[in-house]
């Protein structure tokens, strides 16, 4: 394996989960279903819960402190991804805000207007949008190659025309792992006049993305993926968002933050989300000057991805060789994160249970990207085994997974 940038054990430092007796022996293969936790994330929600867990952004200390700390979530974040604080909204899930976003643009667009979804996303950034056909709108697919479960731009180019007013696709597939180019698919976008809704939740947990560089108008994710709490973060562009129809109460129209996240909000979560901004200041810290440049956010995406195409490298060469497994997706681990899906003879659920003998926590099923597994020929029933690991997971995890997967697999 070529050198780590990263230390795996000054990164597992920072995870009270690597030091709990009961995983002790286990290696974990399903991040991609929820990272552990980091440490500043949870002494933040533990200073909230303890200190000010009171109405936040009103006259007394604690409410002020309370108002501040959820504040300074939505400044970090913002700074992390490269956009305006103005951009952040906290919403309970990733699921629930695509679920409110479909409203605003049902609202939005007009009668005869199109738009593009793929059948590569999870059913939070497809199902949503569909839906958009009862109000009038066509709904065009954007659709996968049926052996490798890929997108290509070329599809998307034959789908596109001045009637389509947004491209709704996913930055990664959580079940193909493919890094699809979102500031291609923006640029295509932006040039006929339409807007992009990028699903960032596969994509996150191996480094926030410079959403100016991506050029997207709406990109989401879910911080409970990306080592923070159970929250869903959506991004999205101010003057896109002021012209959505408000889905809040009435009287809080005036009030961006208000407006596209009908939700109470998680106050305490809020406030511990910028937990995350500072795990990723400390990853940019144990890389040192392995990674390039001066911006401590492009400095960990970059060091977590080059630690993570390393480890996924063994892993991606034994499963190619094996012809019992089909890969979904890329197998460079260049070209995808390392969230690795098989087809196999057997239900990708039976063969995990198997692997959990053997200290592997891993899981098989649709994973809620049921019209991917559809186009590709794979029964969403029998599904496919998904191994899914970050820059956190050790070579001796990797080794330990290829000895379960030797044994078990045919
Ligand atoms: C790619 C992708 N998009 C969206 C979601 C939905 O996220 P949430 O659980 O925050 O609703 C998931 C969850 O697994 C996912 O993997």
Known sequence: MTALPLDPARLRALFPAFA???????????????????????????????????????VYAASIEAGEAMNLSYERTAAALNVGADWIHFGPSSSANTYVLGNAFAGWLKPGDAIVVTN???????????????????????????????????????????????????????????????????ARAHAIGAVTAIDGVSYAPHGLPDLAALGADIYFFSAYKAYGPHQGILA???SLAAELPNQGHHFNDSRPRYRLTPAGPDHAQIAASSGIVDY??????????????????????????????????????????????RII??????????TISIALDE???????????????AAGGH??????????????????LRMSFVHYTTPAEITQLIAALDAELA
């Open 20 to 58: 709990e007796p009961s995983f002790a022996g286990q290696a974990f293969f399903e991040n991609a279903g929820g990272s552990y936790t980091s440490r500043a994330v949870l002494d933040k929600l533990t200073h909230f819960y303890t200190a000010t867990k009171v109405q936040p952004y009103g």
């Open 120 to 186: 590569q996303d999870h059913e939070a950034n497809t199902g949503n949008w569909r839906r958009l056909a009862k109000h009038g709108i066509e709904v065009r697919e954007w659709s996968v190659d049926a052996q490798t479960g890929r997108l290509s731009l070329a599809a998307l180019d034959a789908l596109l025309d001045s009637k389509v007013r947004l491209i709704a696709a996913p930055h990664c597939s959580n079940i193909a792992g493919e890094i699809n180019p979102v500031a291609e698919i923006t």
């Open 236 to 238: 999205i562009r101010p």
């Open 280 to 325: 990723l200041e400390a990853v940019a810290a144990i890389a040192g000057t392995s990674a390039p440049g001066d911006n401590p956010y492009r400095r960990a995406h970059a060091a977590m991805r080059a630690q993570e195409i390393a480890l996924a490298k063994p892993l991606l060469d034994y499963l190619r060789q094996k012809n019992s497994v």
């Open 329 to 338: 997706g890329p197998d460079d681990p260049a070209e995808r994160a390392p």
């Open 347 to 361: 239900p990708g659920a039976v063969v995990a249970k198997r692997l959990a003998s053997h200290g592997i926590m």
């Open 367 to 384: 994973f809620y990207a049921q019209r991917l597994l559809e186009a590709t020929g794979i029964d969403p029933d029998h599904g496919v």
